[in-house]
């Protein structure tokens, strides 16, 4: 029967009163941590939830109630006192070395493979020392028997192993890493997981695609992320022989450098590729910060060039259907004039001038259509004319000192921009003008804009006094920056 032995009040004294005031000790610690949103709060949330209880049992068996550290319960229990040291050191040690880390440290480029790799090893050394000291077991004969087990494990297992070793292999190497995105087969995709087992590849389509390490260390794949993130892609576009082709060059390479995805260095290059029996071909080549912004920068650019060529007079060939008739969608040109003058005459600036003034206004001016986020005046750019609004919506970006920019206004159908080449000559946009969605404009130009206003100087009027609301709001976002 177990007794209590007289050395042992001390420790007894200890457990009553050491081991709750260490709890309270290290609650308020915690709570403390926690407050501050400190990652330290997670070890020390093991040491008082597992360690500190595991090591007061331990005492409580081997000191206070004299069990041999030989028998069953109290090596069960200096083993649970082990595993709880291991667990939260290397909580600890993950908490030290790669929580919150720096994205350019070196901390941040480790892979996670080697992080679970190095776990590994150090759980080993743990159990080997957990079982030699606690268990007085014999590591050789330990080590020989697992030699000849692992033998028939390796057997069994050849090709999780062989997944395993390649991935070792990938982690030394480093073809890829998180966020590549990789070429293999007929699959494009980003690679968001690295494993022991696989590679996990999320695709363009949004579906995960499982590829082996062994596929991958064995087999061909291109890494469309290296060796820089500045990825080109090339375009190929038709333009008819009756274009100049330095005109269309200048228009395709201007489109290219107000892409967002396309970087300045190395600059878009356009080139004249062959002359054939109806067409000229031109290719383009256009550079991102990576493959992700290059698939935007080629739809962008894909979706703007159809806009550019019609606002310059620029024809692209299309394939002659042979017996398929084509119904135009379109209005006649009569009803779009027609929808044009109830916009101008809704426009509060012309509601007060008479129909044929506003046919002539319509008869000179220019329709211009504008892709989605495509900039249609440049802050500092000069005005051609005053912009009407047909269809769509643009914004009213402004650029403080550092070139940043600020929304500071929506234009709807009816609404103008431009104003200020109404009044005075040779003005340059104090904003940058750019398309909400799909954009037509008319565009009245200013000889146009000069001959109406002799005509009516209330016209003029109105046009100032809206150009001093416009000053006044440029004004006041200025302040506001």
Not at 56 to 80: D, K, Q
Not at 82 to 93: H, R
Not at 298 to 324: D, E, S
Request: one cysteine or more.
């Amino acid at each position: 029967m177990l007794s209590l032995q007289p050395n042992s009040i001390g420790w007894v004294l200890a457990l009553v009163l050491g081991f709750p005031l260490a709890m309270i000790v290290l609650g308020e610690l915690i709570l403390r941590l926690e407050r501050r949103k400190a990652q330290l709060a997670a070890p020390f949330e093991i040491l008082r939830q597992w360690v500190l209880p595991s090591l007061a049992l331990f005492i409580a068996l081997v000191e206070v109630l004299r069990i041999p550290r030989s028998e069953v319960f109290a090596r069960l229990s200096e083993t649970l006192l082990w595993i709880t040291i291991i667990y939260a050191a290397l909580t600890l040690l993950n908490v030290v070395l790669f929580t919150g880390t720096q994205a350019d440290s070196w901390q941040a480029k480790v892979p996670q493979l080697l992080r679970d790799v190095g776990r590994f090893v150090l759980v080993c050394i743990g159990a080997a020392i957990v079982l030699s000291t606690v268990w007085g077991a014999n590591l050789g004969g330990l080590l020989t028997a697992l030699g000849v087990g692992s033998l028939v494990i390796g057997l069994a297992l050849q090709d999780s192993l062989g997944n395993v070793f390649s991935g070792i292999a990938l982690l030394f190497e480093q073809p890829i890493k998180l966020g590549d995105w990789i070429h293999l087969e007929t699959v494009r995709g980003k690679v968001v997981e690295i494993n022991w087992r696989s590679v996990h590849i999320l695709t363009a389509n949004n579906d995960l695609m499982v590829v082996p390490n062994a596929l991958l260390a064995k087999g061909n794949f291109t890494n469309l992320s290296r060796p820089t993130g500045v990825r080109g892609d090339r375009l190929c576009f038709s333009f008819a022989c009756d274009d100049p082709p330095e005109k269309v060059m200048q228009v395709l390479l201007d489109l290219a450098l107000e892409i967002e995805d396309v970087v300045a260095d190395p600059p878009p290059e356009i080139l004249l590729d062959d002359y054939g029996d109806y067409a000229i071909s031109y290719g383009v080549r256009l550079f991102s910060p990576d493959y992700e912004s290059g698939l935007r920068a080629v739809q962008a650019f894909k979706t703007r060039i159809w806009y550019a060529a019609r606002r310059h007079g620029l024809t692209m060939p299309l394939p002659v259907l042979v017996n398929a008739p084509f119904e135009s969608r379109q209005l006649p040109p009569e009803k779009q004039q027609g929808q044009q003058l109830r916009i101008l005459q809704r426009t509060p600036c012309f509601a007060g001038l008479a129909t044929p003034l506003l046919e002539a206004i319509l008869e000179r001016s220019v329709l211009l259509d504008y892709a989605a986020q495509e900039r249609v005046l440049a802050q500092g750019a000069p005005l051609p004319g005053l912009f009407l609004i047909l269809e769509g919506q643009v914004t009213l970006i402004l650029e403080d000192l550092r070139g940043r920019p600020r929304t500071i206004g929506v234009l709807s159908v009816g609404e103008l921009f431009g104003v200020k080449a109404s009044l005075l000559s040779d003005q340059t946009s104090d904003t940058s003008i750019q398309a909400v969605d799909h954009l037509r404009v008319l565009m009245i130009d200013t000889e146009t804009l000069q001959a109406t206003l002799e005509q009516s100087p209330r016209l003029a009027q109105d046009l100032g006094e809206l150009m001093e609301l416009r000053r006044r709001a440029i004004s006041s976002a200025r302040q506001q920056a």
